[in-house]
């Protein structure tokens, strides 16, 4: 592969370490996707921007990708360790559904999530609940070595892989806390893979298995579609940070079970850091949290969540506020209002290069994906007037094609989103605006004051000044 060598943090090592794939010029990668029992959260969806980005990065290096995004809709427990409800059972019976009508709609809604945030979609969408004969195949391959079994399933027993927990380095971290007793566990860290149906437990998923009827272990899935789809090591494994304390330990116990061997399962294993929510809407166990629609709902643009995403490092902290998200919807519209005139720009002009543009983009996401540092880059790149306008954009698809906010197509007013409670619709406010634009020029400026007031009123945020050209948002 061409341009910088390419670097990324490993969370096993816990160090930056140079990619080197398996097999040359080609890249597997897992993606931990969502549990189908309700819409996803903000904070889920930054880590599909994290991978997304990743993907691109790889992908514009020239790599051929191979993608996995698994949807788990069975298995997943309330807790992420071993107690409680499975999450989909559990909201079934909330809703008194069937159970696969609510996967299929909220596996739909993350999908639309997914291209509203201009993210790729992968290779392939696996489901567990299409792989659940392989799952018992793959526990009974394992079962007499690693396991034991309790009335309410069979159990990965911990210690019999070399070091347990090294990915979350369980004997100094405080993730550990996070597992819940369940009687008769020879040791705290074990697991269940195989969780059979109690007396009177009325499931809708269950299968028949060697240790009863019932369903799957949440980690028992991915460990299954990922050696499946990508084989038994692959390059990169990536997740929240919160799956590096539980479920991918449990993964690569399964995996060195599996394979007899030391090996992981993949040889980079990637996480991003939380997003952060002052308010405490990150969280769906309230049941009332922060989803995408509740941002366009409130008249911003995706892409405008997306790039606020991109201005931090993926394993850094991110506040979300609406101050920070009206910020990032504000530098999205300067760049659509930028590029808007560099399309209309004649043909011709200056001869400068923009090659140092695309290697510094380069040399930017090649150090751990580093967006912070390619956006001041592609401010540069708008504003270089030694560049022509023609060489500007055909760098600018450099960009578009690593940062995904699609700055070619993009227009100012695309991001105009009407807030679901508006009651002024779009006609009326450019007719008001035109209306003052005239009373500015002919310096009757009480009646540009008065429809300013207007507008106001009606929940019109009007953004005077050049800069913005007479932008206009619905607060």
Same mark, same amino acid.
């Given at each position: 592969?061409?341009?910088?060598?390419?670097?990324?943090?490993?969370?096993?090592?816990?160090?930056?370490?140079?990619?080197?794939?398996?097999?040359?010029?080609?890249?597997?990668?897992?993606?931990?996707?969502?549990?189908?029992?309700?819409?996803?959260?903000?904070?889920?969806?930054? #880590?599909?921007? =994290?991978?997304?980005?990743?993907?691109?990065?790889?992908?514009?290096?020239?790599?051929?990708?191979?993608?996995?995004?698994?949807?788990?809709?069975? +298995?997943?427990?309330?807790?992420?360790?071993?107690?409680?409800?499975?999450?989909?059972?559990?909201?079934?019976?909330?809703?008194?559904?069937?159970?696969?009508?609510?996967?299929?709609?909220?596996?739909?809604?993350?999908?639309?999530?997914?291209?509203? @945030?201009?993210?790729?979609?992968?290779?392939?969408?696996? @489901?567990?609940?299409?792989?659940? %004969?392989?799952?018992?195949? =793959?526990?009974?391959?394992?079962?007499?070595? /690693?396991?034991?079994?309790?009335?309410?399933? *069979?159990? =990965?027993?911990?210690?019999?892989?070399?070091?347990?927990?090294?990915?979350?380095?369980? $004997?100094?971290?405080?993730?550990?806390?996070?597992?819940?007793?369940?009687?008769?566990?020879? /040791?705290? $860290?074990? !697991?269940?893979?195989?969780?059979?149906?109690?007396?009177?437990?009325?499931? $809708?998923?269950?299968?028949?298995?060697?240790?009863?009827?019932? #369903? %799957?272990?949440?980690?028992?899935?991915?460990?299954?579609?990922?050696?499946?789809?990508?084989?038994?090591?692959?390059?990169?494994?990536?997740?929240?940070?919160?799956?590096?304390?539980?479920?991918?330990?449990?993964?690569?116990?399964?995996?060195?079970?599996?394979?007899?061997?030391?090996?992981?399962?993949?040889? *980079?294993?990637?996480?991003?850091? !939380?997003?952060?929510?002052?308010?405490?809407?990150?969280?769906?166990?309230?049941?009332? =949290?922060?989803?995408?629609?509740?941002?366009?709902?409130? +008249? !911003?643009? %995706?892409?405008?969540?997306?790039?606020?995403?991109?201005?931090?490092?993926?394993?850094?902290?991110?506040?979300?506020?609406?101050?920070?998200?009206?910020?990032?919807?504000?530098?999205?519209?300067? @760049? #659509?209002?930028?590029?808007?005139?560099?399309?209309?720009?004649?043909?011709?002009?200056?001869?400068?290069?923009?090659?140092?543009?695309?290697?510094?983009?380069?040399?930017?996401?090649?150090?751990?994906?580093?967006?912070?540092?390619?956006?001041?880059?592609?401010?540069?790149?708008?504003?270089?007037?030694?560049?022509?306008?023609?060489?500007?954009?055909?760098?600018?698809?450099?960009?578009?094609?690593? *940062?995904?906010?699609?700055?070619?197509?993009?227009?100012?007013?695309?991001?105009?989103?009407?807030?679901?409670?508006?009651?002024?619709?779009?006609?009326?406010?450019?007719? /008001?605006?035109?209306?003052?634009?005239?009373?500015?020029?002919?310096?009757?400026?009480?009646?540009?004051?008065?429809?300013?007031?207007?507008?106001?009123?009606?929940?019109?945020?009007?953004?005077?000044?050049?800069?913005?050209?007479?932008?206009?948002?619905?607060?």
């Amino acid at each position: 592969m061409t341009g910088t060598n390419l670097t990324l943090y490993n969370s096993l090592t816990r160090q930056l370490e140079a990619f080197a794939p398996i097999h040359p010029g080609k890249v597997g990668i897992y993606s931990c996707g969502p549990t189908v029992y309700n819409y996803a959260h903000i904070g889920n969806l930054r #880590a599909y921007v =994290f991978t997304d980005t990743l993907s691109r990065v790889l992908t514009w290096k020239g790599y051929d990708l191979t993608h996995i995004v698994n949807i788990t809709d069975v +298995g997943h427990l309330t807790s992420d360790a071993d107690a409680g409800d499975d999450k989909m059972e559990a909201a079934a019976r909330a809703a008194n559904q069937d159970i696969w009508a609510i996967a299929r709609h909220y596996t739909d809604a993350f999908k639309r999530n997914l291209s509203d @945030l201009n993210i790729r979609e992968p290779s392939r969408f696996p @489901l567990a609940t299409d792989h659940v %004969p392989e799952m018992i195949a =793959f526990a009974e391959r394992i079962a007499d070595a /690693h396991c034991y079994q309790l009335p309410d399933g *069979l159990y =990965f027993d911990t210690t019999t892989v070399p070091d347990y927990g090294k990915l979350a380095r369980s $004997q100094d971290d405080v993730g550990e806390g996070r597992i819940d007793p369940v009687a008769g566990k020879r /040791h705290p $860290q074990d !697991f269940a893979i195989w969780r059979t149906s109690q007396p009177g437990e009325n499931r $809708q998923m269950e299968w028949d298995s060697p240790w009863g009827r019932g #369903a %799957p272990g949440w980690h028992l899935e991915c460990s299954v579609m990922s050696k499946k789809y990508l084989g038994a090591q692959f390059d990169i494994h990536t997740g929240g940070i919160d799956h590096r304390e539980i479920h991918h330990p449990n993964e690569i116990a399964q995996n060195q079970a599996d394979c007899a061997c030391a090996d992981t399962g993949a040889n *980079l294993w990637m996480h991003n850091n !939380f997003l952060v929510e002052r308010s405490g809407k990150m969280s769906k166990s309230g049941g009332d =949290f922060t989803t995408l629609q509740t941002l366009v709902d409130r +008249g !911003f643009h %995706p892409l405008a969540y997306r790039l606020m995403c991109l201005q931090a490092q993926y394993r850094s902290e991110l506040e979300f506020s609406w101050e920070n998200l009206a910020a990032a919807t504000t530098r999205l519209k300067r @760049l #659509a209002i930028t590029v808007d005139a560099l399309h209309a720009r004649p043909a011709g002009g200056p001869s400068g290069s923009a090659a140092a543009y695309r290697d510094r983009l380069d040399e930017a996401v090649s150090d751990d994906l580093g967006t912070p540092r390619a956006l001041p880059i592609l401010d540069e790149l708008l504003g270089d007037k030694r560049v022509s306008p023609a060489d500007r954009l055909a760098a600018l698809a450099d960009f578009d094609a690593v *940062l995904g906010l699609d700055l070619l197509t993009l227009r100012r007013e695309d991001l105009r989103v009407r807030p679901v409670d508006a009651t002024i619709d779009e006609a009326t406010i450019e007719a /008001h605006l035109a209306e003052r634009r005239d009373a500015r020029a002919a310096k009757d400026f009480a009646r540009s004051d008065s429809i300013r007031d207007t507008l106001v009123a009606a929940g019109v945020e009007v953004m005077d000044g050049d800069a913005l050209a007479w932008d206009w948002k619905l607060s």
